[in-house]
C-alpha cells in the first residue's frame, strides 16, 4: 500500500524536531517537505546535528509546498503565524494538524481576549476538532482541521476530565498546579531559559494569566456542559521534557478512593496511552513516549481529591499526540508509530 | 566579652555540616564541640572533606559532652533520638535547640499518631518553644528547649499566617503545594536520592501521610485560635537546597491584591529575614541564606489568593533559622552571623 | 520465520533494563525469560514502573533457565559472578554475550591482577571474543560466547584504533581524559551516586588504578600487534547518560587534519555506528542510541592530535553494542532493533 | 580609620554581581558606584534581584565616575572595551583591576593575533602586572595596573607551574583537559547558554583556538623563563560554576608522588587560597570561595605526572582573586573579606 504523504511546516523548534523523530519511524507515513523559512537550502540535520546519518533532506520554504502532493500537514509554527497558514489553505487537498494555540479556544472573542491578538480566520476556529483523541475521536476521525492540544492543558485535562464528566466533583474550585520543563518555552535564547538561570533553581510564573488557564477551562466546559473555574499556576522545572500536573477536586458526594480509581480505569478502559498508576509517577517514567500516567487519590481526612499525572509535553504534549491524532484522522490504529519505550534514566 | 559555648551534636548531616558552615564565622560563639557516634575520633574535615583549613577539629563522642562548660547546643539527630538526648539532659546548665520534629507537635498522643512513635519525654513537649522567631519571638527569648521548625513548614506557615491571623481567609480549605530539593530527604545513601532517580526528573510523594502536614496544622492553630484544615502536598525537585511553597486561600471577604500586599508587609515590617517580592521568587534567590521571600497575587477572575513562598531549607528551614533562635536567647541581634548574601548562580 | 528466543541474566540494574527496551523492540527475537535472584517473582514492570504496560512478564530464578529452549542469552550481572554462570553453562547450546568484565582481558594473570579476583574459567578467556564490531566482525559471527566491551573502552578504542592500527602516531604515549554519566556506576545506593555529590558537581575518580585502562590497553596491543601505553582518566559528571572521551595523540609523520579525516571515513566506511562528525559531537547527540560519534583535531601548532568521541554507556557502550554483537552472530543486518532515534532534548 | 572607596564598572554580568557579594562584606571598603551603560537609572537589585535588601544602590553611568573620589575600580568590562577604558583613565588617582583578557597578553601583536582585535594602548599592556598572587605578589603590592587572569588559566597555572619552575618536567609536552561551568560563557543569552543545550549534556568546544591557551603559555614562560608548548581542550560542564583541569605532564627525572607533593606542599606554604588535597578534590568544594584544591598524581607504571586542579570560576577565577589583589595592592591581608565557606551542597 502506499504511504501517506507528510509536510512538517516548522522545523527549527523543538516541536518540528520531535514529529521527525516520531514520524521518521512511522510505518504508514513518508515526511514530503520539511519547511523553515529562516533556514531553507541547509539540510535538517544542519539545524539539529544529532539527526547526522538519519534525516538528511534539505529544508524548503512555504511557498514549495505545492509542489508535493501532501496528505496532511503539521504546524509547527507560532501562534499567530498558524491561522495565516490555515486561512491561506483552507480547501487544500492536505488535512491540517496545528500545533499552535490558534485554534484551540471558542469562541474568537475569548481567543483574542487571552493571545491579545486579532484572529484572521473565524471559519478556521469553528471548524477545527480539539485533538483529545481520549474525548474526541470521533470527530477527530472525520476532520480536516485538528488543533492539537496544548502541553499543559492535556496534562490537566486528562487528570480532571473523568471526574467532571461524571458531575462527582465541584467544577468551580478546581486548582491545577503544574510543573513543566523548559522546552515547553521554546527553542528561542532568551533570558529565562538560560542554563544558570534554571539550573538548580524553582519558580513560578504566569500567575493568573497564563494562556493555558483558557483553554483548560474551555475544554472541560465543552466537555462537561457545566460553567467550569479553574485556578492554574504554571512552574519551570530544571528539566527538558515532562509536565507534571497535581489536580486539586472537592467531591460533591461521599467518595473513596478505591471508587474513584474504577472511574477512572473505565474511562481510560480503551486509551492504549493513559496510564492508571498505583503509586505517583515520575517525569522520566514517560520521557520520550505517548503515555499520560495518572494517579489518583483521596484523603478522607481531608475529602480532597487529588490526582497526579504526568506527560512529555513535547510527545504526549506536542508531537505524539498530533501523530495519534493522524492515525485517527487515516483511520489506522491509534497506536501506530507511538510505541516508543521510556528512555530512563 | 567572652564568647558562648556551643556544642553541636551529630555532625555527619548536612544540617550539622551547614551549622558549622554558619557558626564557624558566629562573631560572638566558639564551637566547642562537634559530637558523632558514627566518626568519632575523625576531624569533622574527614567526614566534610570541603572544610579542609576551615574547621579540623576532632569529633566526638556524645559522652564527652560533659567536659565542656557549655552555653548551648544544637541537636542534629534524627526524631526519635532527639527525644531521648532531651530527656537525659533535662536540667543541665545549656540551652537545647532541637533540629528534629520530636518537640514540634502538641499533643503527646498527636505526635505518636503522626510519627507512629512513643514519646519519652511529655514534659519536654510540654516545655518546648516552638522556634519560628516571625511568630513566638518573646518566648523563644526565654525558652530552654526550642522546637526548631521544619523546612516545609517555615515556607508554608510563613506564606499564610498573616491572612489566617488575621481571619482574611478560609482556614479549612487550604492547599499547600510544596517542592523540594533533595537535601531535605537527608544524606543517607537511598534509591530515591540517587542521582539517576532524581535528575531530570519530578515526582509527588508523601501524599496525605507527610508528618509536616500536621506540624504546619497545629501552628497555624496555635497562632490562630481556629480550627485549620491543611491540605499538602510535597514533591522531589532536581535542586540540591530550596523549598518552595504553593499556598491557595480563599478570601473571606473582598479583597484585592494590593491591600493583601500590605497585609504581608505590616506583620514582616519588623522581621529582617522576610523579603516581600514583587514577581514570584525563585529558590536561587535565597540560596545560602536565612530568607524567606514571598509573592502575594490575588486572581480577580476566581476570587483566590495564591502565595508564593521559598527558602534554603538547610537554611531558614534548619540550620539558619535554629542560629535565628540562637540570637535570640542570647539577646542578641537576630541578624547576627546570617547576613550571608546568595550565591546565585 | 520464527524468533530466536532470549534469555537476559540480571535484570535489576540499569544494563538489564536498557536491554529489554531494545529487544522488546527488536523483530528477530522474543525475551522468554528475564532473571533476578533478589526479585523473582515480582513482574519486571514491578522493578522497572516506566515499563508498566509494556513488559510484564515475571521475573524467573536463574535456575529455570533450563526450562527454556534458548537460543542466546545476556549476561547482565557484576563481575565475579558472570564467570560462574559461564562456567557453569559452558557446553549448553545457547549463546553467551557477557556484559560484564570477566572474559574481556587477555591472559588470565592480568585479570587477576587488575580485578584483584580469582578467575574461574581459563577456558572461557580463551574461548572469548571481544565484542567490538568494528574490529572483530568476523570473529563475532562465529563466537559462541562474546565479551561485550567496556563503556569506557568503547569510546576509546574507537577513536585511537584507526590510527594506532595505521602505525600513524606513538603507541606510548596516548593520553585519554574521559568523562562519564552517573549510570556507568551502577544502580546501587552509595554515597557517590547520591543526588546531591553529583549534581553541579564534578570530579576525578580512580586515577591510575580505573580496570577499564588494561582494557584498552589490551585491545589496542591485539589489534596493533604493539605494545601499547595508555594514561587514562575517568571523570564523573553530573548527567545519567553518556561518555565523552578526549584522546591526545602524538603523530609519528607530518600531517593534517584533512588526511585524518580521510584514514576514519575510510576505516569506518561499512560501520553504519560510527559516524564522523564534522564539529565537536555533545552528549546528547546519541542519547538513547547505539551511536559512536567522533571528531577528529590536527593542532599545527603543537603537532598533537586530539580525538573526541562519544556514546550513551548504557546503549553502545553496553545493551546496544550486545545487541549488535547478537546480530552478527546470528547473521542479521547489525543495525536490526538499533535504529533509535536520539530523545533530543 | 576610613575605608577605601571602590568603583565597580560593569554590572550586569556575573563578575559584577560576585564582586557585590564579595565587596559589600569586605570590612575594609565601601562600593561608592557601580556603573551599568545599558540599566544606569534602575537600582543594582532591580537587574539582580536577589540583592533585594541588600544592595539598593542605583546604577551609574561611567560618565559619572569623576564624581567620586575612589581609590580602585573593577573593570568588569568585555575585552576589546576594557583597553578603552584604561587608556582613558591612565593617569587618574585611582587603581585598576582589570578582569578583561585585555592586559593579560604581552607582547601586544601576540594579543592582537589571539584575540583578532588592535589594541588601543601599548602602555598598558607593559605596565599591567598580571595578578596571579601566588606568583608575582610583589609586583602586584605595587601595581597600578592589575590584570587580572583567567579563569581557566588562574586553574592551570597554578597545578603546573612549581614542577615547571622547577624544571621538573617537560615544558613542551603540556596537555590541559579543562572543564568549565556555564558561568564561564558569560551571561548573554545565546544557543550554547540555554538549558536544553547544556543539562544532561557535556562537549568539547574552541579545539586549537581558545584564547587562554596563550595566557596560560604566556604566563608559564614568564615564570620559568624557558620556551612553554601548551596543548589546552576546554569543555562545557553542566554545572553553573566551576573548573576542573586535569594537567598531564612528562617527568624530566626519576620521581615519585610524594616527593611531588612536597614540592607542591613547600610551594604554597605561604598561599592561604591553595590547600593541596590527597584525594581528588570535587568542583563543590571550592563552590562560592576563593580556594584552589590540587591533587597531584604520579603514575609509576606510565611515569606520568597527573595534576587535578579545581576553582570557582567566578571568584578564584574572577571576582575573588581580583579582590586578593586589592588586599596586596593595599597592604593589608591577603585573607581579608575572602574567607567565605563552602555552600556544599
Not at 52 to 69: H, N
Not at 101 to 113: C, T
Not at 135 to 163: E, M, Q, R, W
Not at 302 to 312: A, G, K, P, Y
Amino acid at each position: 500500500m502506499t504511504k501517506k504523504k507528510i509536510g512538517i511546516i516548522g522545523a527549527t523548534g523543538y516541536t518540528g524536531s520531535e514529529l521527525v523523530r516520531i514520524l521518521k519511524k512511522h510505518p504508514e507515513v513518508d515526511i514530503e517537505i520539511i519547511t523553515s523559512e529562516s533556514r531553507s537550502g541547509e539540510k535538517f540535520s544542519e539545524v539539529h546535528p544529532f539527526f547526522q546519518a538519519i534525516e538528511e533532506q534539505k529544508l524548503k520554504s512555504l511557498e514549495e509546498i505545492d509542489q508535493y502532493d501532501l496528505d496532511l500537514v503539521f504546524l509547527a509554527l507560532p501562534h499567530g503565524v498558524s491561522m495565516n497558514f490555515v486561512k491561506e489553505h483552507a480547501g487544500k487537498d492536505f488535512k491540517i494538524i496545528d500545533l499552535s494555540g490558534d485554534f484551540r479556544i471558542k469562541p474568537k472573542d475569548v481567543y483574542e481576549e487571552w493571545y491579545n491578538t486579532e484572529h484572521v480566520f473565524s471559519q478556521g476556529i469553528e471548524d477545527a476538532v480539539f485533538g483529545s483523541p481520549e474525548l474526541f475521536a470521533d470527530k477527530i476521525k472525520t476532520a480536516g482541521l485538528v488543533a492539537n492540544p496544548g502541553c499543559y492543558p492535556t496534562s490537566a485535562i486528562l487528570a480532571s476530565a473523568p471526574l467532571l464528566m461524571a458531575e462527582y466533583v465541584d467544577s468551580k474550585s478546581i486548582i491545577i498546579d503544574s510543573k513543566s520543563g523548559v522546552t515547553g518555552a521554546g527553542i528561542k535564547a532568551k533570558p529565562t531559559n538560560l542554563y544558570s538561570n534554571v539550573n538548580d533553581n524553582f519558580k513560578a510564573y504566569g500567575l493568573k494569566t497564563h494562556r493555558h488557564t483558557i483553554e483548560i477551562q474551555n475544554i472541560l466546559e465543552k466537555v462537561t456542559g457545566n460553567n467550569v473555574m479553574v485556578q492554574f499556576t504554571p512552574h519551570l522545572l530544571p528539566v527538558d521534557r515532562g509536565i507534571l500536573s497535581t489536580t486539586y477536586l472537592r467531591p460533591l458526594k461521599k467518595t473513596d478512593e478505591n471508587e474513584l480509581i474504577n472511574i477512572y480505569k473505565e474511562f481510560y478502559a480503551d486509551a492504549p496511552f493513559v496510564r492508571i498508576r498505583e503509586f505517583p509517577p515520575a517525569i522520566k517514567d514517560v520521557k520520550g513516549t505517548n503515555f499520560c500516567d495518572i494517579n489518583i487519590n483521596h484523603d478522607p481526612r481531608t475529602n480532597m481529591i487529588i490526582i497526579i499525572s504526568v506527560i512529555d509535553n513535547l510527545v504526549k504534549g506536542a508531537a505524539g499526540q498530533a501523530v495519534q491524532n493522524m492515525n485517527l484522522m487515516f483511520g489506522w490504529d491509534e497506536k501506530t508509530g507511538l510505541t516508543q519505550i521510556p528512555v530512563n534514566p
